[in-house]
């Protein structure tokens, strides 16, 4: 085409449009409008997906190097991860530490503290006077593959003048049983009522029951395997039982391939509302044969001891936050029958009843950090025979009791402070009243409490 | 979609739900969304509980034995608690690692990972900051991961999970445009809080915090530490005091009526108020009430 026919094509063009562009100023600015708006919206979604992308850089570097997820396997070794960014010694490996240290003050109105109608292990006894450490307990902890876990605590603390190294608790766990089923083996505190199983650093009170230290020296911790399923059902219930060496007070004296100890469980527990959650256990010890040595040697027990424990815990938040506010009441109650021979020097004395105690605690935070409780405990000693009378066994016709008033300051987690004030009457005329301040505190790693 | 699912369940023998343990009612609600009617799912905790402290309760061992999944936070949030139960009452497939095990804050870049920790410095977490569920572009990705774990666990029902999961992240991204166009105005401002459980929230939205009623992470507020707070606010222009369902109102009324600003409570998670009844709801009542305090 000429260029003459193009100039005039475009003219025609320019004029053809000429009476629409006066019109469309107002459209240009509406064009202009939407394509800022349109401009916006894309550099959102520009922007959206750009951070996308970084944060699946970010999860693609993190996990470099970890077990893929979705393989159905339960293997889960750590590796290395491919980058040389990080680097693992052989200590990445080590198992979880924590050491608990504990000490306290304390002040007795009575120079002894000892138990009438009631021949008892070290741990029943009340602590010394004055400032002193508690047992310093080290514990280590660790997966030890991906079927078994590995705890061990282990105590150190003075009697007199000994410094003793006591293995409180080492035992493996099979952590990942099909149905329910949880197993330990080793040395252990039983599952036995409620505070058994628990180490005294985490009571509501610095020392414990009258009957836990009666019955069962402050923890039954033996040499055995226990087996428990937690069963399917809607309400929490969950049946246990253990075998045992048969060496740790109430037992005592094992020796051969027999079981000494056993023990046996039950528990059930639920939710009320939002707020309360309880729970209840029925549970046994029986030692067989056990020739058990109490109160510092002096007196020996030889026989058959079975003992009973009914427990309940109940929780209640007012607020539904345990966090900010909590009432906490626990009880257990004991029951033990004992056949066989005591021995206080004088020779051999038969020995067939029973003997019962209970305790019932109740503690109330009422600040996050302030917790105030009260204990009341009472101890019912069997029948002595003629030949027991007079002697440690002898409760004189008096019921051992004590109650405890006791407020604790938790800063964190990790530290605890706590005042206490007891009345104990644990013989006729013995009336111990008893100050103890007492802290508590955990360094490294500090495993979960149970309920 | 109710109607669908019948339709294609019907012919085949019904089979057993998946039962899902979830930390946190987030979770709880993501799960609900992803597995619909094949998931039975529990909270192990409501808006009103602190997640760092809770009981490991019989009623969570109970709900735990029957757990086919255990989709919690991680990060350490709950370490004072769900360890007891895995190892007492958990099952084979949800032990630390295996394929009904799902931590979210392992699937997403944490904020506040801290290269050196010592006590003193309050309950810190040393693997980031576990409070993840709040910045909508986590609970995408997480999504996504919970999409992927269900269809590996319950192939049958693949197609399923995969359909829940197009439609949530449908609806989701274009839920997530619209609460950055709402938020656009929040960009630049200050909040105080008390606890910093709200920095994916704020760091989604480009807001930052200028103070915590905490001294220190875990320790409540004390009358020194809110006279101190008090005094660094004075110069600063601050959006509004933060308060979640399971925190102590007073030290943030106190403060607030000191330095002039508004408390605002916020759901935090789902159920934490009325109108918070999903992710979405929970979403669309967070920014709504920022956006009101502007």
Redo the contacts between chains.
């Keep these: 085409m000429s260029k003459g026919l193009i100039l005039a094509a475009s003219v025609a063009v320019v004029f053809s449009t000429l009476p629409a562009l006066a019109a469309t100023d107002a459209s240009l600015q509406s064009l202009r409008a939407e394509i800022q708006a349109m401009k916006q919206v894309y550099e959102r979604k520009i922007d959206r997906l750009e951070k996308k992308v970084a944060n699946l850089e970010a999860i693609q570097s993190q996990t470099a190097g970890k077990a893929t997820a979705i393989e159905p396997t339960s293997n889960n070794l750590i590796t290395s991860p491919a980058t040389s960014k990080r680097r693992v010694n052989d200590n990445i490996f080590n198992p979880e530490i924590g050491i608990i240290l504990q000490g306290q003050y304390q002040s007795f109105s009575e120079r002894t503290g000892e138990f009438s109608g009631f021949a008892v292990g070290e741990e029943a006894e009340r602590g010394n006077e004055g400032f002193a450490i508690d047992e310093t307990e080290l514990n280590f902890s660790a997966n030890i593959d991906d079927k078994f876990r590995g705890n061990a605590t282990i105590a150190l603390h003075e009697h007199g003048d000994e410094i003793e190294v006591e293995i409180e608790e080492v035992y493996i766990e099979a952590t990942s049983l099909p149905y329910g089923l949880h197993a330990k083996a080793g040395r252990f505190f039983s599952e036995l009522g409620y505070l058994n199983s628990h180490h005294a650093h985490a009571d509501d009170f610095a020392d414990r029951s009258l009957p836990n230290r009666a019955f069962l020296d402050s923890n039954y911790g033996d040499d055995g395997l226990q087996v428990s399923v937690v069963l399917p059902t809607d309400l929490y219930a969950e049946i246990g039982g253990g075998v045992y060496r048969g060496d740790d007070f109430p037992g005592g004296g094992a020796a051969g391939n027999d079981i000494g100890s056993w023990t046996a469980y039950g528990r059930l527990g639920g939710d009320i509302g939002d707020k309360t959650s309880w729970r209840l256990g029925l549970s046994t010890l029986q030692s067989d044969n056990a020739t058990r040595s109490a109160n510092e040697g002096e007196v020996s027990f030889a026989g058959d001891s079975s003992l009973y424990i009914v427990d309940t815990r109940v929780v209640h938040s007012p607020t539904g936050n345990n966090a900010e506010r909590e009432i906490l009441f626990q009880a257990e109650y004991f029951h033990r029958d004992e056949e066989g021979v005591y021995d206080v020097g004088n020779g051999a004395i038969n020995y067939d009843d029973g003997q019962n105690g209970w305790y019932a605690q109740g503690v109330y935070k009422f600040l996050s950090q302030w917790r105030a409780g009260t204990r009341v405990s009472q101890l019912y000693a069997g029948d002595v025979p003629v030949g027991l009378i007079g002697t440690a066994l002898d409760d004189q016709g008096h019921d051992a009791w004590a109650v405890s008033a006791m407020v604790d300051w938790t800063h964190s987690e990790f530290s605890r402070l706590r005042f206490q004030f007891s009345h104990e009457e644990l013989r006729d005329g013995q009336r111990d009243n008893q100050l103890i301040l007492q802290y508590v505190v955990s360094l490294g790693a500090h495993g979960a409490h149970p309920f | 979609m109710a109607l669908v699912g019948a339709c294609t369940t019907l012919p085949t023998v019904a089979h057993a739900q998946l039962n899902v343990f979830a930390c946190e009612p987030e979770w709880a609600a993501l799960a609900s969304v992803i597995g619909g009617e094949l998931t039975n799912v529990k909270s192990a905790t ?1 808006a ?3 997640a ?8 969570l ?2 709900a ?3 757990a086919d999944i255990v989709f919690c936070s991680g990060a350490g949030l709950e ?6 139960l ?8 949800v ?5 009904g095990w799902i931590m979210a804050s ?4 944490k904020l506040e990972i801290m290269d050196k920790v010592d ?1 003193s410095m ?2 810190v977490h040393p693997e980031g900051n576990p409070h993840v569920h709040l910045d909508p ?2 609970i ?2 997480i999504a996504h ?1 919970l999409n ?2 269900l269809s ?2 319950d192939p049958d029902n693949r197609h399923t999970y995969d359909k829940n999961f197009a439609l949530f992240s449908r609806k989701w991204d274009s839920k ?2 619209q609460w ?2 709402q938020a656009a105005p929040l960009e630049g401002r200050q909040v105080v809080v008390y606890h910093k459980a709200w920095m994916y929230l704020l760091n989604w939205l480009g807001m930052t915090v200028v103070a915590t009623l905490e001294p220190k992470p ?3 507020p004390t009358a020194s530490h809110l006279e101190k707070t008090l005094r660094q606010l004075k110069s600063k222009e601050i959006l509004a005091v933060l308060v979640a369902p ?1 925190e ?1 109102e007073k030290p943030a009324t106190w403060l607030a009526s000191k330095a002039n600003l508004p408390v605002l409570k916020l759901p935090y998670t789902v159920g934490g108020s009325d109108e918070a009844v999903d992710l979405v709801s929970l979403f669309d009542e967070t920014i709504t009430r920022l956006v009101k305090e502007k």
């Design positions: 409501n009103y509980q602190d760092h402290r809770i009981r490991a309760k019989p009623s061992l109970a735990m034995r029957k370490l004072g608690w769900l360890p007891i895995i190892r007492k009452a958990g099952g084979r497939d032990q630390p690692g295996a394929i392992d699937h997403i870049a006590r309050g309950d572009r986590n995408s990705v991961v992927e774990r590996a666990i997530i445009e950055q166009a875990g320790l409540p399971y102590n």
